[in-house]
């Protein structure tokens, strides 16, 4: 029998606004939803603790691609439309490997941008190593969430069903996962984030009887990113972070902790600041499950 944690907790920092031109901060919340959300782009490094994993380098290069866009509904709901797609470069025992993974997936939520939000979201992508068409996967997930707005700080939380399709192989399969955290505003365009997340599923969705591979996987994640925008031009940059810890269980000797740091920069439309695009317009996101379908599948031996 699984346990599900839903982890969350509240941040309250204060910092110096990091642009001379950056707007005096707002407490003042906005009145009404608007179409709009950002495209971004990122770069980075990812770095595995140990080594039972199926890659002679530790350290992969990674260049990700990013976006979502929002459309209000009915004066008070919301419709957001996310996409994600990865590149990840390091040589595995087999030889030089190119791992692509992605995501689509819709948000569909009760939006007030006073109080927060209460929706649901849904969505499926993949995960194809350039080296080996074995490791090709599909995953499906769905899910709920909501967001509480306190002044500067926004808390929020999501659960759902992640499942992974594959015969054999490994994967994640009847998942369960839960979010939690907060965001800090500095300022309107200055945002910390902060979270914690969990998912427990069956590593094989079809073992053979007696199969000692027949194990459950469970990962605990956690992350931080740091978002600045510009009151003159509609760019930001950004800055995170993202740990995952796996646990096997049938199988304890594939327990690697996995460190991602990522640079990116991003373009903001349809809102001025990154606060008023978060409480009225796409304000959503999603946990790392891309990421777990693929380290599962590809880089974890």
Do not use: C
Request: cysteine-free.
């Amino acid at each position: 029998m699984r346990y599900l944690y839903l982890l969350a907790f509240p941040m309250a920092l204060a910092a110096h606004p990091l642009s001379a031109q950056e707007a005096p901060h707002q407490t003042e919340a906005p009145l009404e939803l608007n179409a709009g959300g950002f495209v971004g782009v990122n770069v980075g490094r990812s770095f595995f603790e140990a080594d039972q994993i199926d890659t002679k380098d530790q350290e992969p290069n990674t260049l990700g691609f990013y976006g979502s866009y929002a459309l209000p509904l009915f004066q008070q709901f919301s419709l957001q439309v996310d996409g994600d797609l990865e590149f990840y470069q390091f040589d595995t025992k087999d030889g030089d490997n190119t791992l692509r993974d992605g995501l689509g997936a819709v948000h569909f939520a009760y939006k007030d941008p006073q109080q927060g939000l209460f929706g649901v979201f849904a969505g499926g992508g993949a995960t194809v190593d350039g080296g080996d068409d074995t490791s090709n996967k599909t995953f499906q997930f769905i899910g709920l969430e909501g967001q509480y707005y306190l002044q500067d700080i926004t808390l929020f939380s999501q659960a759902g069903f992640l499942d992974g399709d594959d015969d054999q192989n490994e994967t994640i399969d009847n998942g369960l996962f839960a979010r939690g955290g907060a965001s800090y505003y500095f300022t309107p365009n200055t945002k910390l984030t902060g979270s914690l997340s969990y998912v427990s599923g069956d590593r094989y969705n079809r073992p053979r009887p007696g199969d000692a591979r027949n194990g459950e996987v469970n990962i605990f994640s956690w992350g931080a990113e740091f978002k600045q925008s510009f009151t003159a031009l509609p760019v930001g940059l950004s800055a995170s972070y993202n740990g995952h810890d796996f646990r096997i269980k049938g199988d304890e000797s594939d327990e690697p902790v996995i460190h991602e740091f990522r640079f990116g920069a991003f373009f903001q439309f349809g809102t001025t600041t990154l606060q008023e695009n978060d409480r009225t317009a796409a304000g959503s996101d999603l946990p790392e499950l891309k990421r777990w379908i693929s380290l599962s599948t590809n880089e974890v031996d």
